[in-house]
């Protein structure tokens, strides 16, 4: 099962137990954080579109950590007038790891692979063969 949920205005796919990089949060590690927020919501036989947003789903998540992204440089120059800037730049993110996809309104089917059955033609093969 996943879900399509919209976390600061980014979207994000999130299935049981995956980790997720998002927009920096305020609370503390160890938090749970609750999305409410979700698009879609999918359980491989089963689809729900939300319009805009799937009525009583939600989507639980603990906190990991905060930590800051590879550094971006950011250089502007001006050819013939000696305008020469470097700048760097590294943007915060939170570690979440998603707990639980709350799905109200989402049938619970349990998907079995279908029987293969031999056809025909893979008999017919087999007794040209032998």
Request: without cysteine; charged residues 35%.
């Amino acid at each position: 099962m996943y879900a399509i949920i919209t976390i600061s205005g980014k979207q994000f796919k999130a299935t049981e137990g995956t980790r997720i990089r998002i927009p920096k949060q305020s609370s503390e590690s160890g938090t749970t954080l609750k999305f409410e927020e979700v698009l879609l919501l999918s359980n491989g036989a089963d689809t729900k579109m939300g319009d805009p947003l799937v009525k009583g789903a939600s989507v639980t998540a603990t906190i990991i950590d905060h930590k800051r992204d590879k550094k971006i440089l950011v250089y502007k120059k001006k050819r013939r007038k000696g305008y020469q800037r470097k700048n760097g730049h590294r943007q915060w993110f939170t570690d979440i790891e998603v707990t639980k996809i709350n799905a109200s309104g989402l049938k619970k089917l349990n998907v079995k692979e279908p029987k293969v059955k031999k056809s025909e033609k893979t008999e017919k093969v087999s007794d040209q063969k032998e």
